[in-house]
């Protein structure tokens, strides 16, 4: 149980859990703020690695490359919006068949089970090499904290508008969205694009980041999302009420979940039971709203009684 | 302003359960009609409603308002005619949203929802004058979450979202039952004075007998997917409830068994 050894691997899980941060805030639009649990992203969390690692050894610009990995997951939840919405299958079942199909396409993206392309000979924006001892513009927590910081201002600024105010209002409430004349329908299916659209790109830097795109990639990555917004819930919920601030929490979610599992492999735990522990950990946290609401009664504040009335 | 003609509706057609809840139903409203509706559990007057707003398409018949046939118009394109409260205090507003915003969002019915701020600092002003004059104090709480508010609250401001953008007709689906007498009272008291001062054409279900006389010009009573009474002018007014109970006898051939009707 060598500190040190704990201490060189914290850098690289913080990168890697901004990383999945960014798939974290996907998963928050669609699980938060659309309601909606789209298993679709462990698919996509393959995807977009694999179209921008492909496009890059086709010898494409990496920002181009990029940028067509995070159309790809857009069509992703194009698709499941269209599974959901037109053909009225549910949520779920969707995202799962979405998630089934794009294992052929994966596989088709990638002509192979996974390919790997090197920082040596390509530009990438992140590496596992650029962890440590790189210069700052090219270090990559650096670097995924700046896409980070983006993402949040761009979303800010998308969900106080009026189309983003009605996609809230879908999330909350699909009767009084209706009966306020909002297209509940293209809302779901514009929530779950813009969701897995921010997974693809996720997906995409991950890709540079560990050298290669993998057809497993994407497993349990749900779980993962979940994981990280559920933390950053928990942890940042009393402190981070402004919208923004909440979805920065969720990526720093991300960041705390890859920590613990670091620290967690560092104690010596069978890693071959590491996803066991992960959905473990991930009931766990989801099961506490719901004993909190059957176990503990609190007594009612006056002022408070408006909540239980109607 | 409403012309609703031979309106069919049957759910759960061809199993066990199957239950034809309107059958060829027609009503024609003024421009202007305040319409009380009454009728038993099951007559169809919910279902009426959710015709007219396109909850789900009706098997046949049509249903235009104010000149636009919108019987094959989705539920939020016909939206923009109409405002709705509906039973439960949760369906009508959004509890995880601010205040301001569930009205910005009220403000925009019918509207294509563009990239545009949400909200307008200038919204913000006429709300609040809005909002004062329902006198729930709700003016100095417009950035707080609905989700705090009471029942009675959330229907009043409910109502509020329903007539901002003055619809062509309002549709009331037992608006105040949830309520306890005392907000229902208050509530019904802020229908009228809303539907009074913008001449709205409304239809309101009630389960109360004297709401139903003590309000609006024109009584329809309901059974079995059908208008079996229809009061309206002069003789409205000198209605009572036992009159109306007499009248129910007369039309359907049978005591009017709902307790909830009589006493509530």
Known sequence: ?310 | MLEIKDIYKTFNAGTVNEKMALKGLSLTLEDGDFVTVIGGNGAGKSTMLNAIAGVWPVDGGSIVIDGTDVTKLKEYKRAKFLGRVFQDPMTGTAATMEIEENLALAMRRGDRRTLRGGIKEKERQKYKEMLATLGLGLEERMTSKVGLLSGGQRQALTLLMATLKKPKLLLLDEHTAALDPKTAAKVLETTDTIVNRDNLTTLMITHNMKDAIAHGNRLIMMMEGNIILDIRGEEKKKLTVSDLLHKFEEASGEEFASDKAILG
Not at chain 1, 70 to 95: C, E, Q, W
């Open chain 1, 1 to 310: 149980m060598d500190i040190n050894s704990l201490l060189s691997a914290l850098p690289g899980a913080a990168a890697q859990g901004l990383i999945w941060g960014i798939m974290a805030i996907g998963v928050y639009i669609t699980f938060r703020i659309l309601d909606i649990a789209d298993l679709s992203v462990d698919g996509t969390m393959c995807t977009g690695a694999a179209v921008c690692i492909m496009m890059l050894q086709g010898g494409h610009n990496i920002f181009a490359a990029m940028l067509a990995a995070t159309a790809a997951g857009m069509l992703v939840g194009l698709a499941t919006g269209i599974f959901h919405t037109a053909m009225g299958i549910p949520a779920i079942l969707a995202g799962i068949l979405t998630q089934l199909g794009l294992w052929g396409v994966n596989l088709k993206i990638m002509g192979k089970s996974n390919q790997a392309i090197s920082v040596d000979n390509y530009n990438l924006l992140v590496s596992l090499r650029y962890v440590k001892n790189a210069i700052t513009d090219k270090n990559t927590i650096a670097v995924v904290a700046l896409f980070i910081i983006v993402i949040i201002a761009v979303l800010y600024w998308f969900f106080g508008t009026e189309l983003g105010s009605s996609l809230r209002a879908t999330g909350c409430n699909e009767n009084m969205a209706r009966a306020q004349g909002i297209n509940t329908n293209f809302n779901k299916v514009l929530g779950l694009m813009l969701s897995n659209g921010m997974v693809a790109l996720s997906s995409a830097l991950l890709g540079q980041y560990q050298g290669f795109a993998d057809i497993n990639m994407g497993k349990g990555a749900i779980v993962i999302g979940l994981a990280a917004v559920i933390i950053g819930e928990a942890v940042f919920s009393r402190i981070f009420k402004n919208f923004a601030l909440k979805l920065l929490a969720v990526a720093l979610g991300g960041v705390i979940y890859f920590i613990v599992l670091q620290v967690v492999i560092w104690c010596g735990i069978d890693t071959d039971l590491l996803k066991l522990f992960q959905a473990l950990v991930v009931a766990v946290f989801l099961a506490v709203p719901y004993w909190k609401g059957k176990y503990i009664t609190k007594p009612k504040k006056i002022g408070d009684t408006a909540k239980g009335e109607a």
